[in-house]
């Protein structure tokens, strides 16, 4: 694990596996994701033929809650700031995102067109003013977010959940995460239209942004959409069909 000193924070990060390979970046969704979310589900798995870099946004997993920049543009400075530190800003390369992580992706793609080779978007709620925010902006007490992280991660008990809590109530009350997010910029349907790289569209089909992914495939001249039997949190609920989508598509030499 590496820290990556940026923007006024420090972002805890993991590179792993084949330096030779095209490397392939991964971003985790918000609130409740972290670099591990894609570690045992695909990054250890394709550590074995390809170059994975994983890093924990700011506010996630072992990157400190910050009181600020969880706007678009600090985002990808963030982003960028990984890719230097690794000494991969200068090559093209994979990205693979889910939920937030995917929109940040995509939005990567479309500023730097000419740096991602493919583009894999995990279950991406655009626009983020609807699928999003809605359940953020009704979380107004540390209650209201007990209720709301009990009906995210059912699973989650005991010290991680208490950590987990004591996270998302930093988040939600003392930082500008909520209100970043209302601010949120949704790519227009002609800068969409533009973007050539070849995408893989994984949604759930039950999940709530499926409506998301069929818009995308609309748009976007070079994606392809495929849907698995889960909801919004595909890496957790279907982690061996994702792996096998995403390895097929990332290693395709069409």
């Known amino acids: 694990m590496q820290l990556i000193h940026t923007n006024g924070t420090v972002l805890s990060s993991l590179e792993m596996g084949a330096q030779g390979s095209t490397p392939v970046l991964m971003?985790?969704?918000?609130?409740?994701?972290?670099?591990?979310?894609?570690?045992s589900s695909l990054a250890a798995p394709m550590a074995k033929q390809h170059h994975v870099v994983l890093y924990d946004q700011r506010g996630h997993g072992d990157s400190?809650?910050?009181?600020?920049?969880?706007?678009?543009?600090?985002?990808?400075?963030?982003?960028?700031?990984?890719?230097?530190?690794?000494?991969?800003?200068?090559?093209?390369?994979?990205?693979?995102?889910?939920?937030?992580g995917a929109v940040l992706a995509l939005n990567m793609a479309l500023t730097t067109q000419d740096r991602v080779r493919r583009l894999v978007?995990?279950?991406?709620?655009?626009?983020?003013?609807?699928?999003?925010?809605?359940?953020?902006?009704?979380?107004h007490s540390p209650e209201v977010l007990a209720g709301?992280?009990?009906a995210n991660q059912n699973?989650?008990?005991?010290?991680?959940?208490?950590?987990?809590?004591?996270?998302?109530?930093?988040?939600?009350?003392h930082s500008t995460l909520v209100r970043d997010l209302t601010d949120y910029p949704t790519p227009s349907d002609f800068e969409l239209s533009r973007l050539r790289?070849?995408?893989?569209?994984?949604?759930?089909?039950?999940?709530?942004?499926?409506?998301?992914?069929?818009?995308?495939?609309?748009?976007?001249?070079a994606a392809r959409l495929e849907l698995l039997d889960c909801g919004h949190y595909v890496v957790e609920d279907q982690p061996d069909a994702l792996r096998q989508l995403v390895i097929s598509f990332l290693e395709d030499r069409e």
């Open 197 to 221: 790289v070849s995408t893989l569209l994984v949604y759930g089909r039950h999940s709530h942004c499926v409506a998301s992914g069929a818009k995308l495939e609309s748009l976007l001249p």
């Open 148 to 150: 709301y992280i009990d």
């Open 27 to 39: 971003i985790h969704g918000l609130m409740f994701g972290n670099m591990a979310t894609w570690y």
């Open 64 to 100: 400190p809650v910050t009181a600020t920049g969880y706007d678009l543009d600090t985002q990808l400075a963030d982003l960028r700031s990984v890719l230097a530190h690794y000494g991969l800003d200068r090559r093209p390369i994979d990205v693979v995102g889910h939920s937030m």
């Open 155 to 173: 699973a989650t008990g005991g010290r991680r959940r208490e950590r987990m809590h004591r996270r998302l109530e930093q988040l939600f009350f």
């Open 121 to 139: 978007l995990v279950d991406a709620p655009l626009p983020v003013g609807e699928h999003v925010l809605p359940d953020l902006l009704n979380v």
